[in-house]
C-alpha cells in the first residue's frame, strides 16, 4: 500500500490538485492508496453583505475553543459597511480517500470525512457602539455554522453506515481524483449555502440582535440543537465524542 498526504488550499471555484501519474512497477492489478487531503471552503459573513467568496488572510480559531470574546474581534471596522459588528467564519474540511484500481478502471472512496468550523479575528470586527448582547448575537452567527457543519457530518455518517459511501470512477488516477473533488466540492457548496440561508434568517428574525426576546430564544434553540448533533455524532462515531463532551462542557450559546 503506498500512502501519500497532501494540503490543499481551495476556493469556492475548486482547483484541482493533480497526482503523480503511477510507474510501471504501480501498475499491478489492483492498486490502493489512501490520501489525506484538506479541503477548505471559507466563507465571510455580515448582515448587510451576506456570503462572499474571499481568501484566507487570517489566523485561524478554533470553534472548540468556546464562546467567542470582544477582544477576539482584532479587524478594523469597514467605513462602507453599515452594521455595528461582524463575523467571519470559515468551514474546514479534512478527507481521507482511497484509491483502488483495476485494469484501466480507477475508482476513488471518501473513507472518512470531518468539518471544522474556524473564526477569523483579523476579519472580524466589533465596532465602539456595539453592546455585550451584540456579542451574544455574533457568537449565534458562529453556531450557525457549527450546527451545520454537524449536520453535514451526521448525514454523511448514516449514509456510511447504510453503504451509500462517496465515490467516483475515471480511466486514471488524475480522472478519479478530479470526478471526486467535484463531488466533494458540491457538498461544501451546499453546506456554505446552508450557512448563509440560515444566517439571512437569524439576522431577519432577531432584527440582527436587536429584538432581545427573538434573540433569546433562538439561542436557546441553538444550543440545544449543538448539543443534540454533539450527542448523535458522537454515538455513530467514536472520533466526535470529544466534540460532544466540549458541548456539554461548554456553554458555546450563553446569553449575558
Do not use: C
Not at 453592546?131 to 458562529?142: M, R
Not at 434573540?215 to 467514536?238: D, F, H, M, Y
Not at 472520533?239 to 456539554?248: H, I, P, Q, Y
Amino acid at each position: 500500500m503506498e500512502t501519500r498526504r497532501s494540503e490543499v488550499w481551495l476556493s469556492l471555484n475548486v482547483v484541482f490538485a493533480i497526482l503523480d501519474s503511477p510507474t510501471e512497477n504501480q501498475r499491478v492489478t489492483m492498486t490502493t492508496t489512501i490520501i489525506r487531503l484538506f479541503l477548505l471552503h471559507w466563507l465571510v459573513f455580515s448582515g448587510s453583505l451576506g456570503l462572499v467568496a474571499a481568501p484566507p488572510k487570517s489566523k485561524e480559531r478554533e470553534y472548540s475553543l468556546g464562546p467567542l470574546k470582544i477582544d477576539e474581534f482584532r479587524g478594523e471596522v469597514e467605513a462602507q459597511n453599515n452594521t455595528t459588528a461582524h463575523t467571519a467564519t470559515r468551514v474546514r474540511y479534512q478527507f481521507e480517500f482511497a484509491f483502488s484500481q483495476f485494469g484501466q478502471q480507477v475508482t476513488v472512496i471518501v473513507k472518512s470525512i470531518e468539518l471544522r468550523v474556524v473564526f477569523l479575528p483579523e476579519e472580524s470586527w466589533f465596532g465602539p457602539d456595539a453592546t455585550p448582547e451584540l456579542l451574544d448575537h455574533e457568537q449565534g452567527h458562529f453556531d450557525v455554522a457549527e450546527i451545520n457543519a454537524r449536520r453535514a457530518e451526521l448525514a454523511i455518517e448514516k449514509a456510511k453506515l447504510a453503504g451509500r459511501m462517496i465515490s467516483a470512477t475515471g480511466n486514471s488516477r488524475q480522472a478519479a481524483h478530479q470526478a471526486i473533488m467535484e463531488k466533494l466540492n458540491e457538498i461544501g457548496e451546499q453546506v456554505d449555502k446552508q450557512i448563509a440561508d440560515e444566517n439571512v434568517e437569524y439576522d431577519r428574525s432577531t432584527r440582527h440582535g436587536f429584538k432581545y426576546s427573538e434573540q433569546s430564544e433562538l439561542r436557546k434553540i441553538q444550543k440545544l440543537t449543538l448539543e443534540a448533533l454533539g450527542e448523535e455524532l458522537g454515538q455513530l462515531n467514536p472520533k466526535f465524542k470529544a466534540r460532544a463532551l466540549r458541548a456539554r462542557r461548554t456553554d458555546f450559546s450563553s446569553t449575558p
